[in-house]
């Protein structure tokens, strides 16, 4: 499961960046291409494959045999191995990436409250631009905070109004765009997955394109080249800007200063090679996708991971004659809360149904008895694992039950005929 896991993102990755990188994509197409392949590293695929497994699932129970002591000490003794896997590793990584994105969510949280109450709000600026900007000693020349409503964090030392409407612009195209939410997201993920080379790199890639994308939709509210020349002017001066995993900022970095520059300058478009080849790319990622799921959906369908159940030795006592008594023990394998249906006896025409309810220290067992197509008993017993209790009908037949719990992995079957010896 965890090879395909891997496989399957592997493929979204790299296609992802290769198109990014070889098909000058205009960053309206980067922007969620490279957001869906950072997602999918966050798709439980063993899950999903389990849930479809399960979707025509019958399993109800199994014969273990008439000894039970060695068999049952076989299934228990799964519950005891505890040998670790790629799974149990790739889930303590998770765990310990988790706990990081929570800590980190957490101090920029607690770091966005506090610096609301340090800045100082610009109400001239507020009141023209429409939405509440505050003025900070952060090396940065603007910056979103914030969650649900951001707020507009400049410089204290900007002052030139070109570069203010520049920045503030800038700032509320991001918040137009909703990137204040696809940045904390992608900053979660690159916690989550500390490990992982290609997440890393995907998180930088899509920052920049969320970026690039932001500087497009700017620049057509400015005239020719003045947003390119304010922004270079930026980038110029806020050498070492400072980092912020989970803000949308409009400087970041030197070097993704220059791409962004470089980007303003081109004109994004695909040829028909180039859209050919994406097409292709899709496809092939596509293809390769759903079979490896669609495989591994069959694999988990034919076989069945061990899961809780219990098994339930039953011993059935029944007089056929007056000096005739005959005495027969079976043990089962059965789920939790699903209904079994057994034959005791063909020449009494003798039949019972049963569900287990697990009620942690006992079972509680619904039984429904039938003689001859008529119900005429419907007990319920509530036993200790590992104790006997016993019913008597008509002192004809006498059924002793004693549940254990076990692991079980069983085919699918409907009904146990207990006339047939075993």
Same mark, same amino acid.
């Given at each position: 499961?965890? =090879?395909?896991?891997?496989?399957?993102? %592997?493929? @979204?990755?790299?296609?992802?960046?290769?198109?990014?990188?070889?098909?000058? %994509?205009?960053?309206?197409? &980067?922007?969620?291409?490279?957001?869906?392949?950072?997602?999918?590293?966050?798709?439980? !695929?063993?899950?999903?494959?389990?849930?479809?497994?399960?979707?025509?699932?019958?399993?109800?129970?199994?014969?273990?045999?008439?000894?039970?002591?060695?068999?049952?000490?076989?299934?228990?003794?799964?519950?005891?191995?505890?040998?670790?896997?790629? $799974?149990?590793?790739?889930?303590?990584?998770?765990?310990?990436? &988790?706990?990081?994105?929570?800590?980190?969510?957490?101090?920029?949280?607690?770091?966005?409250?506090?610096?609301?109450?340090?800045?100082?709000?610009?109400?001239?600026?507020?009141?023209?631009?429409?939405?509440?900007?505050?003025?900070?000693?952060?090396?940065?020349?603007?910056?979103?905070?914030?969650? $649900?409503?951001?707020?507009?964090?400049?410089?204290?030392?900007?002052?030139?109004?070109?570069?203010?409407?520049?920045?503030?612009? *800038?700032?509320?195209?991001?918040?137009?765009?909703?990137?204040?939410? *696809?940045?904390?997201?992608?900053?979660?993920?690159?916690?989550?997955?500390?490990?992982?080379? @290609?997440?890393?790199?995907?998180?930088?890639?899509?920052?920049?394109?969320?970026?690039?994308?932001? +500087?497009?939709?700017? &620049?057509?509210?400015?005239?020719?080249?003045? !947003?390119?020349?304010?922004?270079?002017?930026?980038?110029? *001066? !806020?050498?070492?800007?400072?980092?912020?995993?989970?803000?949308?900022?409009?400087?970041?970095?030197? *070097?993704?200063?220059?791409?962004?520059?470089?980007?303003?300058?081109?004109?994004?478009?695909?040829?028909?090679?180039?859209?050919?080849?994406?097409?292709?790319?899709? %496809?092939?990622? /596509? =293809? $390769?996708?759903?079979?490896?799921?669609?495989?591994?959906?069959?694999?988990?369908? /034919?076989?069945?991971?061990?899961?809780?159940?219990?098994?339930?030795?039953?011993?059935?006592?029944?007089?056929?004659?007056?000096?005739?008594?005959?005495?027969?023990?079976?043990?089962?394998?059965?789920?939790?809360?699903?209904?079994?249906?057994?034959?005791?006896?063909?020449? #009494?025409?003798?039949?019972?149904?049963?569900?287990?309810?697990?009620?942690?220290?006992?079972? #509680?067992? +619904?039984?429904?008895?039938?003689?001859?197509?008529?119900?005429?008993?419907?007990?319920?017993?509530?036993?200790?694992?590992?104790?006997?209790?016993?019913?008597?009908? +008509?002192? #004809?037949?006498? $059924?002793?039950?004693?549940? /254990?719990?076990?692991?079980?992995?069983?085919?699918?079957?409907?009904?146990?005929?207990?006339?047939?010896?075993?």
């Amino acid at each position: 499961m965890m =090879i395909n896991y891997i496989l399957i993102n %592997l493929l @979204f990755s790299i296609s992802a960046l290769l198109i990014h990188r070889y098909c000058n %994509l205009s960053a309206r197409v &980067a922007v969620p291409l490279l957001f869906a392949a950072l997602i999918s590293w966050c798709i439980p !695929y063993d899950l999903l494959v389990n849930w479809m497994s399960n979707l025509n699932a019958n399993n109800t129970f199994i014969i273990l045999s008439t000894q039970t002591s060695n068999a049952i000490s076989n299934a228990n003794s799964y519950i005891y191995d505890h040998s670790l896997s790629l $799974l149990d590793y790739y889930q303590l990584l998770l765990v310990i990436g &988790a706990l990081t994105a929570a800590y980190k969510a957490l101090k920029f949280i607690l770091w966005s409250n506090s610096i609301r109450a340090l800045c100082v709000k610009d109400e001239v600026l507020s009141e023209d631009f429409g939405h509440p900007i505050y003025r900070t000693e952060q090396q940065n020349p603007g910056l979103l905070v914030g969650f $649900l409503k951001p707020i507009i964090l400049i410089e204290r030392g900007l002052k030139e109004r070109d570069l203010l409407e520049l920045t503030i612009n *800038h700032e509320l195209t991001h918040i137009a765009y909703r990137d204040h939410i *696809h940045v904390f997201t992608s900053g979660l993920i690159s916690y989550f997955f500390f490990w992982n080379p @290609f997440v890393r790199k995907l998180v930088q890639q899509t920052k920049l394109a969320i970026e690039q994308r932001c +500087d497009e939709k700017t &620049a057509l509210n400015f005239e020719a080249n003045e !947003y390119l020349l304010g922004l270079a002017q930026l980038i110029k *001066h !806020y050498q070492k800007p400072e980092s912020f995993a989970f803000n949308a900022t409009l400087v970041n970095s030197k *070097h993704q200063g220059i791409t962004r520059l470089i980007y303003l300058k081109e004109k994004k478009m695909l040829t028909k090679l180039q859209k050919s080849i994406i097409g292709l790319m899709a %496809l092939v990622t /596509s =293809i $390769l996708t759903s079979t490896l799921v669609l495989a591994q959906v069959g694999k988990a369908e /034919s076989v069945q991971q061990p899961r809780q159940g219990v098994a339930l030795k039953i011993k059935t006592t029944y007089q056929a004659e007056e000096d005739s008594i005959y005495t027969q023990s079976t043990d089962v394998l059965s789920d939790f809360d699903k209904p079994v249906s057994l034959v005791v006896n063909d020449e #009494l025409n003798t039949n019972f149904k049963y569900t287990i309810k697990d009620l942690k220290q006992t079972a #509680l067992i +619904d039984i429904s008895m039938s003689i001859n197509g008529e119900v005429v008993a419907t007990p319920k017993l509530e036993v200790l694992f590992g104790n006997t209790a016993e019913v008597r009908i +008509d002192n #004809l037949i006498s $059924l002793e039950v004693t549940p /254990s719990r076990a692991m079980i992995n069983n085919p699918p079957v409907t009904q146990l005929d207990l006339s047939v010896p075993l």
